[in-house]
């Protein structure tokens, strides 16, 4: 139960500002405290545009904000920005960057016709990683196991709270970044965040998520160019279909020793399937 | 295993436009089939202006943005709205109104400044709640375990499927409405959709919902006049401040015979506290 000596970053549930007791009655009447999660909402701007208001937990806005807009294609070049400002009154993260970026152009023009162009982003994005050659490479169910008692037993808020989601950016068996935070993208755009400003290559990393493999999951993990996703969580067909395109491994409900792979198995290497019960439909 | 004879709208798991069979490879390499739910964008827009571009399972578009646009309080008279239109191959819902709404009208002096407005809606939303008053009443714990019971036992996506969120609209312990989404707010705003084209009475109704008690879950039970939010799911601290300074019941953390209300204790009636085991922090 204690933190893995190679993460650098991982939850921190002694942070009175992440959690709180709040206290309520059970199903007895019995008076009753529990940890809650915190959430609050943060907007952020690029430049003078504002792009999104996120409900986050609040730690780490400047990797938020940083991840959220290289994930959504709107900036590309960490050498482009100049500065991020938070500003904890308000709730508001300002990412500057050199120049206008071609985003706020496309953005200014969508906007002059028919107002918040995000879901015309979206599209974009789709677009976007078609682009996107993700890397071969190896991924071993050893690994995967290893994985899952790692990040298990690490002390988190969901351990100490729940309701919260979890993603980690992890390198063969060895978590190196777990970030928790209540809106499931969120986590996952933090770790994008702190790749960039750490110039943190890609191609040998595996993204570990316990949120569901919906088309956006799948969407973030190419825009990082990491070669392999993880969850414990299921699958949509979409988010198989966008992976399948892109030769992204893919890999969901992964429980004990069990996992099923709907993408990619091109990678996978199956050096510990000593568990040869059948799999179940949860 | 059937269908409840006063459930209005049940999920249905023999549409094979909802989900498909997907093949992958388990742990062991054995090739396995597994049903997948579909995921697809679908782009809202109230007359001209664009407004969301929602990831959702597909069924029931015209619900889905009604209920979204009346939950943000873009519109909140039925009779104001003179037309839905669906575009099944752009994958788009036009919702037309009479007049130009308060909300274009707020939205457009926005964009002419700072682009997107969504985060200022919000905040205009944590307000507008403040002059809502929801109804006293009543729940009773038995209603809860009825109700828990007659869902998790209604043939479902989520059984047959998984990586899907609920969200059922209840009176007393009989399920009314259960929709089914992968964004687990839009199963939310289906179920307000309905609401206001049916023209039904929320003050005497419960609000059942698979996902976590977050601040947009509390704003939208508001918003639709719900006096009880329940989940099997947690909380978050802002979700929980938010209902009670809305006279909210919100009880999460329903499994079995358990359950946690953190806000709106006097509506609560506990006529069924058989089980007197301690609660358990999951």
Known sequence: MTMQPSMQIAPDPTNTRLMRPIQGHDQSGRKREIM?????????FLNTTEIITAMTI????????????????????????????????????????????DYEDRLAKKIRTSGCAMG?????????????????????????????????????????????????LCHQGTPLVYMEDVGRHNAVDKIAGWMKCHAVQPHDKILYTTGRLTSEMILKSVMMEIPVLVSRSGFTAWG???????????????????????????????????????????
């Open 240 to 282: 198989v279909e966008l992976a399948r395109t892109s030769g992204l491994t893919l890999i969901g409900r992964l429980r004990g020793r069990r996992y099923l792979c709907l993408s990619g198995e091109d990678r996978l290497i199956r050096d510990d399937d000593k568990d040869t019960d059948s799999w179940e439909t949860p």
């Open 58 to 101: 609040g730690d780490y806005p400047a990797y938020l904000a940083l991840g959220f807009l290289f994930n959504q294609g709107m900036i590309s070049d960490m050498n482009a920005v100049t500065g991020v400002d938070i500003d904890d009154e308000l709730n508001v993260v300002v990412v500057r960057t050199r120049e206008q970026t």
């Open 36 to 44: 809650v999660v915190e959430e609050s909402a943060l907007t952020l």
């Open 120 to 168: 015309t982003v979206f599209g974009d994005l789709a677009d976007m990683i078609r682009t996107i050659t993700l890397t071969p490479g190896t991924v071993r169910t050893s690994w995967l196991y290893a994985l899952t008692k790692a990040i298990n037993t690490t002390p988190s808020l969901y351990l100490a709270a729940g309701a919260i989601h979890g993603c980690v």
